[in-house]
Nanobody, 124 residues
Framework: QLQASGGGVVQAGGSLRLSCAAS????????MGWFRQAPGKEREIVAV????????YYPDSVKGRFAISRDNAKNTVYLQMNNLKPEDTAVYYCAADPRGHNWLRSRQNALAAWGQGTLVTVSS
């Protein structure tokens, strides 16, 4: 199970840190990712991190502003979001899959587990 938290309302240019706590499995065996879905838009990938944390991926839309990290001792993955923009407003979901970061990037419709989502609202 995945439990996402940390969403809220922030002004443009501000920062938020999302957390996703995992339970029920061996956390270090799972690649982790963050996705988001804005109203009326398709779900999109935001960040992915590999099993050990040494591999990460970001799309151009968030590169340089967002950072994903994980603490395998705490079974938690984080998403630090800086310089937030109104277009970052969305429900953010964490996801997990044991098949690795490349699978997370390319097979979001076939992932092992999803969190419940946390709303991020960026006001202009």
């Amino acid at each position: 199970q995945l439990q996402a938290s940390g969403g809220g309302v922030v002004q443009a240019g501000g920062s938020l840190r999302l957390s996703c706590a995992a339970s029920g499995g061996t956390f270090s065996n799972y690649a982790m990712g963050w996705f988001r879905q804005a109203p009326g838009k398709e779900r999109e990938i935001v960040a992915v991190i590999g099993w050990s944390g040494s591999t990460t991926y970001y799309p151009d839309s968030v590169k340089g502003r967002f950072a994903i990290s994980r603490d395998n001792a705490k079974n938690t993955v984080y998403l630090q979001m800086n310089n937030l923009k109104p277009e970052d407003t969305a429900v953010y979901y964490c996801a997990a899959d044991p098949r690795g970061h490349n699978w997370l990037r390319s097979r979001q419709n076939a992932l092992a587990a999803w969190g419940q989502g946390t709303l991020v609202t960026v006001s202009s």
